[in-house]
Each structure stands twice: as structure tokens, then as C-alpha cells.
């Protein structure tokens, strides 16, 4: 009997858990390699000893929050670099673009934070509970004392590892051996202990709990970098054409199960056996064609060419191709196309930025200058008839140790330039210091020296002097 009233429809569909089986091939051995190349440099870094000729922080990587300041091995940025930080916003953007266009979501599959802490614990999860089968069985059975240790166990290991992420993190921002002993002992900062906290949660919930939910519903990359193939983008695709052929997928069974007969009677390649769904950190079935879920792994290639290999039938049939290629009659062999505008116009912003941030880093002076004058009033006339203009001399001590800089001037008569007291002025490591300048002529010199020049000197490195043009300003002169 109806009723006439519907039954509210659930806005999210309830998760399917997915319990990946294992599997060997190039894909799997290059994400092993970035994984271990990854770690290394993560959670190596902030222990990797770093001499410095100025004897500052002792530490290859740390950015020094409180002094606002980032070592990074012999390169020392300022808040005043900002223009490097924005270059390199642009530069990762940039590349993720380039890289999509040619290759997918190989960023995803490869290198992104939640598909490197994912493998880990899936690799943990099946080291200490088994493969596939296995952990099946696990999760259907009742709750008794194996399943207790096996979940137990690897959940502990999860969150010891969520833990040492935190701390690694926060081993970037202070003296790594000195906070990991401050820590334990109760002694570091509040922050310390709230960021621990708050990413060994998260990367718990996310690499161990949520994993393909991470990707399908909060992470935006995927979404827009879906947008960004082309009909010549390379991606992880299955062909259609081969592997269902006239007649569709079948079994090998009997004289199925020879190659030769398989094509005469209009049979795919593919055998049904699922082992590239079962493989899948995604839990999709790459045969039914191109999807928003898939993150270009290559996983589902490893193990469709292991069954290829077993039956004795031609690898490729899943491959990373382009939808151009799979949609001629005969597809060729797939290639990288980088003869398409966007992806040339992609190529060259990426060498102009890369190359104009690799000049400022390596131009870039011990210090910066900038010389104002000063405009109310913009000239004085003194009792003595004297005019004098005052200027503001910035100066930023860029190096790891105080600077003693002498300031001068060119192009004035003598004794028309008044430092006061500060003939030479010292500028603490990473601090600034305003000078103040005045400069008096006479009423017959104003039409002599309408310019002249300041020169900025490091005592330490005189050759690294600058020079920079200033104004006297006065009735026709005024700017």
C-alpha cells in the first residue's frame, strides 16, 4: 500500500571499504621509489647537520619563525623575499599544469602527500593482517583475540607514524635535537604540542581511515585537473576495442583460453578476472572508461599485464594512451605529444619564471637599500639663508652576522652632507635601520649640484657598494 510520502534519499552513498590486493610491475616499483625517495627527504632533512661561515643555526633546513627567517642549506630568505615565494607558487602551478596536460593525474598517483602516506599503511595494514583473502576474512569474522592483535597492532603502528609526521613537521621550525628533547620533557611551546596533536589526527584519519574519500570528496586537485585533459593527454586507459572485441569478455576456459582461437571467434583479450579492479586504491574498474576517481597509479597495468603474461597473450592492454589514439582504427604506439600550444606555452612560462627566480637568488645583495626624501616640508631655508633637504636612508642587514655600512656622497661640495654622529652605521643580522640625512647648500650652490649621489659601502666588502641618484629640491628645482 502507498502511502504517498518518500522516504528521504541519503545525500552521500554509504563507503564500500576497499581492501587492495598487492601486486609487482614497473608502476608499483617506481611508486616504491618515490615513496622511499619522499620519506627520506622529509623526515631526513631536518636532522641533516649544515655548517655555516657565519656559525648561524646548525641545521640544513629551518625556518625560523620568530627571527623571520628560512635557512635552507647556504641560502638564507628574508620576509623581504617575498617575490621568491611567489614565483615558486607560480612555478608548482605551472608544473602541475604542464604535467597534466601530458600525463594525467601522474601528480596524484605518484607524488601527493595522501598517496604516500596511504601506501604506507596499506603496506603496513597488509604486512601484519595479509594479503587480500586474508584481510577479508579478517573483517568478516567475529571479534576474537587474532583479530584484536592484528587491528590492535596495526592501528598502533598508524598512529605512531600520524605522530612522527607531526613531530617531523615541527622539527622544521626550531633546532630539531634540542625541540624533540623539549618536547618530551614538557618544555616546548604551546604551538608545538596543538600541531603534533592536530596532524598526527589528521594524517591518521586520512591515510588510514578515509584514504580514496581524501580524493573523491575533499581534495579540489582532482576535480580541476579532470578539466585539463585533452583528447592528447596521456592517461590510464583500457582498450575497449581489444579486449571486448566482437563478442565480449570471456573466461578461458577450454580452447578460450588460446589467444589465436579467442580472436578467430570474436572474443576480447580480457579474461573477466578482476585482478585490475582488486588492485586499485580507488576501487574502480578502469574498464569502464575514463573516471573522475582515478589518480593514473598505473596499479591496474601492473596487473593486467601479470595476466597477460600467465595466458601468454600481448601486454598493453590497459597502458597509459591518449583518447586520440584509442579512437583510431588502428591504435599506434602511445607517445608523449608536445607539440600542442598549451603545452609549449606551459614549457616556456615554466623556464622564464624558473629562470628569473634563479637569477634573484643568485644577484640578490648581502643587504637591501632605499633612499627616500623626505617631503613635508620639502626644503628648508635656514636663518643663515641655507637650504637644506633631509633624506631617509633604509638599510636591511640581509647576512647571517652584524654589518658595519659607511654612507657618502657624490657630487656635493665639502661639508654639505651632515650624518650627524653616524658615520658609519652597524645593522644587526636580519634587522633594519633608518639613517637620517641632511644635506645643506647655499643659495649659489642650488644651480651648481641640482643631483648627486649616494653611496651605500659595506665595510666588510667594499666592492658591493651601491650608488644611488638623489634630488636637491628648491623654488625651480622642486619636483
Not at 571479534?143 to 607531526?166: M, S
Not at 573477466?272 to 586504491?281: L, N
Amino acid at each position: 500500500m502507498q502511502t504517498g510520502i518518500e522516504e528521504p534519499q541519503a545525500l552521500y552513498q554509504k563507503r564500500i571499504p576497499i581492501i587492495p590486493r598487492s601486486v609487482k610491475g614497473r608502476f608499483r616499483n617506481l611508486k616504491w621509489g618515490v615513496m622511499v625517495l619522499a620519506y627520506a627527504i622529509f623526515f631526513g632533512l631536518p636532522w641533516l647537520p649544515w655548517t655555516r661561515a657565519d656559525g648561524g643555526v646548525s641545521q640544513a633546513i629551518m625556518f625560523d619563525v620568530v627571527g623571520h627567517r628560512f635557512f635552507i642549506f647556504d641560502l638564507v630568505v628574508y620576509p623581504q623575499n617575498i617575490f621568491w615565494l611567489a614565483l615558486l607558487l607560480f612555478i608548482a602551478a605551472t608544473m602541475l599544469f604542464f604535467a597534466t596536460s601530458l600525463i594525467g593525474r601522474a601528480f596524484c598517483g605518484y607524488f601527493c602527500f595522501q598517496t604516500l602516506w596511504t601506501d604506507l599503511f596499506m603496506w603496513i595494514e597488509k604486512l601484519i593482517q595479509g594479503e587480500r583473502p586474508a584481510r577479508i576474512r579478517l573483517k568478516r569474522q567475529d571479534w576474537n583475540k587474532e583479530k584484536i592483535l592484528k587491528l590492535g597492532t596495526t592501528h598502533l603502528i598508524w598512529l605512531l607514524i600520524a605522530f612522527w609526521t607531526g613531530m617531523t613537521f615541527i622539527a622544521y621550525f626550531a633546532y630539531a635535537p634540542d625541540l624533540v628533547v623539549r618536547f618530551f620533557q614538557g618544555e616546548a611551546a604551546y604551538a608545538a604540542y596543538l600541531t603534533v596533536a592536530l596532524l598526527t589526527a589528521t594524517t591518521y584519519v586520512a591515510a588510514g581511515l578515509m584514504r580514496e574519500q581524501i580524493c573523491a570528496y575533499v581534495c579540489p586537485y582532482g576535480r580541476f585537473q579532470s578539466v585539463m585533459y585533452d583528447p592528447e593527454t596521456l592517461a590510464v586507459a583500457y582498450d575497449s576495442k581489444r579486449g571486448d572485441g566482437v563478442m565480449g569478455r570471456a573466461a578461458p576456459r577450454a580452447e578460450l583460453k588460446i589467444h589465436a582461437v579467442r580472436q578467430e571467434k570474436g572474443y576480447g583479450d580480457c579474461i573477466d578476472c578482476g585482478f585490475c579492479v582488486q588492485v586499485c586504491p580507488a576501487g574502480i574498474d578502469i574498464r569502464d572508461g575514463l573516471q573522475y576517481r582515478c589518480i593514473s597509479c598505473g596499479l591496474c597495468i601492473d596487473a593486467c599485464n601479470t595476466i597477460m603474461d600467465s595466458m601468454g597473450y600481448p601486454r598493453g592492454l590497459i597502458r597509459y594512451d591518449s583518447e586520440a589514439n584509442l579512437a583510431k582504427p588502428v591504435p599506434a604506439k602511445p607517445h608523449v605529444d608536445w607539440k600542442r600550444i598549451k603545452v609549449v606555452g606551459y614549457l616556456l612560462a615554466l623556464v622564464v619564471m624558473s629562470g628569473a627566480l634563479a637569477y634573484s637568488v643568485f644577484t640578490r645583495k648581502d643587504y637591501e637599500h632605499s633612499v627616500e626624501q623626505i617631503r613635508q616640508p620639502l626644503y628648508v631655508v635656514l636663518s643663515n639663508g641655507d637650504i637644506r633637504n633631509r633624506y631617509q636612508i633604509h638599510l636591511t642587514n640581509l647576512r647571517g652576522t652584524d654589518v658595519q655600512y659607511r654612507i657618502t656622497a657624490q657630487g656635493l661640495p665639502t661639508g654639505a652632507l651632515d650624518l650627524g654622529e653616524m658615520q658609519t652605521v652597524t645593522v644587526h643580522s636580519s634587522m633594519s635601520v633608518i639613517v637620517q640625512v641632511s644635506v645643506k647648500l647655499t643659495p649659489e650652490q642650488v644651480s651648481q649640484y641640482p643631483s648627486f649621489d649616494f653611496v651605500i659601502t659595506p665595510l666588510h666588502n667594499p666592492a658591493d657598494k651601491v650608488i644611488e641618484r638623489a634630488n636637491f629640491n628648491y623654488g625651480k628645482n622642486e619636483q
